[in-house]
């Protein structure tokens, strides 16, 4: 353990150990009157009260963004999510036009706010303080937007994604488990199939989650990165989803720039490709460890009997 005195506090290392307190990313934004507008990535964004609804962030006073919050009566927090790392080192180097060729929503007073976030706070101006080198804003939540999607996290100088803690689930020995009503039970292949994929859902769906891409739009990139090119029909049959949930998922890929439709169908971009990478990644760690305790010979035979049991349903 390293100890620092007050009187002798290294700027560096006061701000190495304030980086073990791992926040979420934001984007910070406002416009004036007369149009311009701003933006700036902080994660100094925390919650201050319930009644009002008030939160708070901090700016540098030496920042270039800072004279068009100063003027303006109302700000935006745009809560980043897991794939939205791009957006947040675009708002945090200097740059003429930092919106270019982003698709907005304009809120209370002007305020770009970004689709695809994990959450959206308009704000009134509240309260601004002095805090050091920095100028403490507290805005007044009028409206916001809770989109559900895991956040992108900042810990130690880096960007993280945001797991569930592992939580042993309490199992309850039941007497009876051995009765004649468990044993019809353990021998009927769909009750077997449906226990196993609930089962596997219920660590491997986070880990999807956690890139900030809904499930829907994670199976849409899966399915894409072996098919190079799908229309609606075999998307359909290939992602066993409605044809709203495909088009809901499309607009949402098409607009992070993940997939292309074109009249031959839809297909993955360069960027879609990466993060189709990403989420093949987890699904073959997912795998290893569900399957671990089986043998070569047994996962064969078991993916011989769905590849089956899929090819009878056809």
Not at 258 to 282: K, M, N, P, W
Not at 289 to 305: G, H, P, R, T, Y
């Amino acid at each position: 353990m390293t100890h620092h005195s007050d009187a002798a506090l290294d700027p560096r290392a006061f701000r190495r150990a304030l980086g073990n307190f791992a926040t979420g990313v934001t984007v910070v934004t406002a416009a004036t009157q007369q149009g311009t507008r701003v933006g700036v990535t902080a994660n100094s964004f925390n919650s201050v009260s319930l009644d009002p609804p008030l939160v708070l962030w901090s700016i540098d006073k030496r920042s270039g963004s800072y004279p068009v919050f100063e003027q303006a009566d109302h700000f935006a927090i745009n809560i980043l999510a897991a794939d939205q790392v791009e957006l947040s080192n675009r708002f945090a180097r200097p740059s003429e036009n930092k919106f270019a060729g982003i698709e907005i929503d304009i809120g209370v007073g002007g305020a770009p706010m970004f689709a695809d976030c994990a959450a959206r706070f308009q704000c009134e101006k509240y309260q601004q303080i002095d805090g050091g080198d920095h100028w403490i804003l507290i805005g007044k939540v009028v409206a916001f937007d809770d989109l559900g999607r895991a956040p992108l996290v900042y810990h130690q100088g880096a960007y993280s994604m945001v797991l569930p803690y592992p939580q042993l689930s309490e199992r309850v020995t039941d007497s009876s488990a051995g009765s004649a009503r468990q044993e019809r039970l353990n021998q009927n292949v769909y009750y077997l199939l449906t226990q196993a994929l609930r089962s596997y859902q219920a660590s491997y769906q986070p880990k999807q989650l956690s890139t900030g891409l809904r499930i829907s739009e994670a199976r849409m990139l899966l399915v894409l990165d072996s098919n190079a090119r799908l229309d609606m029909p075999g998307l359909m049959a290939e992602v066993a989803m409605s044809s709203r949930e495909i088009e809901e998922a499309q607009e949402t890929l098409c607009r992070k720039g993940f997939v292309s439709c074109t009249d031959g169908g839809y297909h993955l971009t360069t960027a879609g490709e990466r993060q189709a990478d990403v989420l093949r990644d987890i699904a073959a760690k997912q795998q290893e460890q569900m399957l671990a305790a089986f043998s070569e010979d047994e996962v064969a035979i078991l993916k011989k009997l769905l590849r089956g049991i899929v090819a009878s349903a056809d």
